[in-house]
């Protein structure tokens, strides 16, 4: 089963952005899925993470702005990712919570 994140871009700063994290295979068979980043020159941190009935928790720096959801139907994890600051700049992945194996992540740059 892999987790493959998507819908990075380029974005200004105060802009908004969606990522999808599809998973193939079945969601049901995860518990709490997250959302991690890694910016240029910084370790690997925790963003937000989502149990399986749907609560979520947030890191400081995304705590009001970002958005963690999941669809069970769809096999989709989400992060809707609001008034975004060029600091949150990296390169962003999902994996379960605690993180697994890595794939690859979607890049998101915010523009000042």
């Known amino acids: 089963v892999q987790l493959q994140a998507s819908g990075g871009g380029l974005v200004q700063a105060g802009g908004s952005l969606r990522l999808s994290c599809t998973v193939s295979?079945?969601?049901?068979?995860?518990?709490?899925l997250a959302w991690y980043r890694q910016a240029p020159g910084k370790w690997r941190e925790l963003v937000a993470f989502v149990r399986r009935d749907g609560s979520a928790s947030y890191a400081d720096p995304a705590k009001g702005r970002f958005t963690i959801s999941r669809d069970n139907p769809k096999n989709t994890v989400y992060l809707q990712m609001n008034s975004l600051k060029p600091e949150d700049t990296a390169v962003y992945y999902c994996?379960?919570?605690?993180?697994?194996?890595w794939g690859q992540g979607t890049l998101v740059t915010v523009s000042s």
């Open positions: 295979g079945s969601i049901s068979n995860f518990g709490t």
């Open positions: 994996n379960e919570y605690p993180a697994r194996t």
